[in-house]
């Protein structure tokens, strides 16, 4: 099984600065995927970033990056250069590959963290 | 190119009732998945779709149930709606299933109030 924790229920930053938003995780798979989603007020889900467990560089996506630290088992989120449109809640989810894990290849969601951009 | 359609966007049911919500892929996306998104909490697992045959199930009782057709589109059904199913139901497609890196892209949802 797999469990996604998210501490942060909230966060403000102002405009232009980088925010980083926590996310840490548990599973007894070897191999695993993280991603990290955006959901504005529309409630579409908007996919972000992935990283790879076994990937050996931080995964960057434009303005976000992933600060993975494996032996922490953390997958943080880090906008730079935050602009007004950022603000929504932002989701970090994972993926198991063992095949105890079973076939269907779900994502495993955290509670979320509700960033507001402040100008 | 169009992305996740899901329909309708709200809806409204009373305790006891059915309902059918429906998914269309995007274009070439064979893998579709449901989740349940209660407020204030991240998207729950329901059901996984490949080539029209179900792939997986979280944890949910009987009164869930989907079917994907042959042009990949999606319907889940819910049966004796309680006041607990209340949610947004998402909808996601996928290109190809079981690479590490599966991206899911997902529709904006149906809003679903069970009165």
């Known amino acids: 099984a797999q469990k996604i924790t998210q501490t942060q229920p909230g966060m403000f930053v102002q405009e232009k600065e980088a925010v980083t938003l926590d996310c840490t995780y548990d599973t007894s798979d070897q191999s695993y995927g993280l991603f990290w989603y955006k959901q504005p007020s529309s409630g579409e889900m908007i996919f972000l970033i992935y990283q790879g467990s076994y990937d050996e560089q931080n995964a960057t996506e434009g303005r976000y990056s992933l600060n993975f630290q494996k032996a922490r088992k953390s997958a943080n989120l880090v906008i730079s250069a935050s602009q007004l449109g950022d603000s929504a809640m932002y989701f970090c989810?994972?993926?198991?590959?063992?095949?105890?894990?079973?076939?269907?290849?779900?994502?495993?969601f955290g509670s979320g963290t509700q960033l507001t951009v402040l100008p | 190119d169009a992305g996740v359609t899901q329909s309708p966007t709200h809806l409204i049911k009373t305790r006891g009732q059915q309902v059918t919500l429906r998914c269309s892929p995007i274009?070439?996306?064979?893998?579709v998945s449901w989740y349940q998104q209660v407020l204030g909490q991240g998207p729950q697992f329901i059901f996984q779709?490949?080539?029209?045959?179900?792939?997986g199930r979280g944890n949910f009782p009987d009164r869930f149930s989907a079917r994907q057709f042959p042009n990949y589109s999606s319907e889940l059904n819910v049966n004796a709606l309680l006041l607990g199913d209340s949610a947004l139901y998402l909808c996601?497609?996928?290109?190809?299933?079981?690479?590490?890196?599966?991206?899911?892209?997902f529709g904006s949802g149906t809003q679903l109030s069970v009165l």
């Open positions: 779709y490949y080539e029209k045959e179900e792939r």
């Open positions: 989810a994972m993926r198991g590959f063992s095949t105890s894990s079973g076939s269907a290849r779900q994502l495993t």
């Open positions: 996601a497609s996928s290109l190809v299933r079981g690479v590490n890196n599966e991206k899911l892209f």
């Open positions: 274009s070439g996306h064979k893998s």
